[in-house]
């Protein structure tokens, strides 16, 4: 866990853009890497409320964009 790769989340939040919301976090509930969704006001709706990891909002302390996707795993055999 390389924390120069990661965004503190007390020193700036993800972008609040209603569709590109998915980020890696740090999470110290369980001290791992998890994926989660940054939950944000839609700019077409009259919503009023602070912005927001989903899953692990009070647990999360930095955050990185998910830009490198990881490749699927490759079949190991072909069983028939």
């Known amino acids: 866990f390389e924390m120069s790769d990661w965004i503190d989340i007390k020193v700036k939040q993800p972008p609040n853009d209603p569709y590109n919301r998915e ?34 909002s009070d647990s999360v302390t930095h ?11 490759k079949e190991i055999t072909n069983e028939t």
Not at 36 to 49: L, M, Q, R
Not at 65 to 71: G, K, L, T, V
């Open 63 to 73: 955050w990185k964009p998910m830009d490198i996707y990881p490749e699927p795993p």
């Open 23 to 56: 980020y890696w976090v740090y999470e110290t509930l369980n001290n791992k890497v998890q994926h989660d969704y940054w939950i944000c006001p839609s700019p077409d709706y009259n919503e009023d409320f602070n912005p927001c990891f989903n899953n692990w």
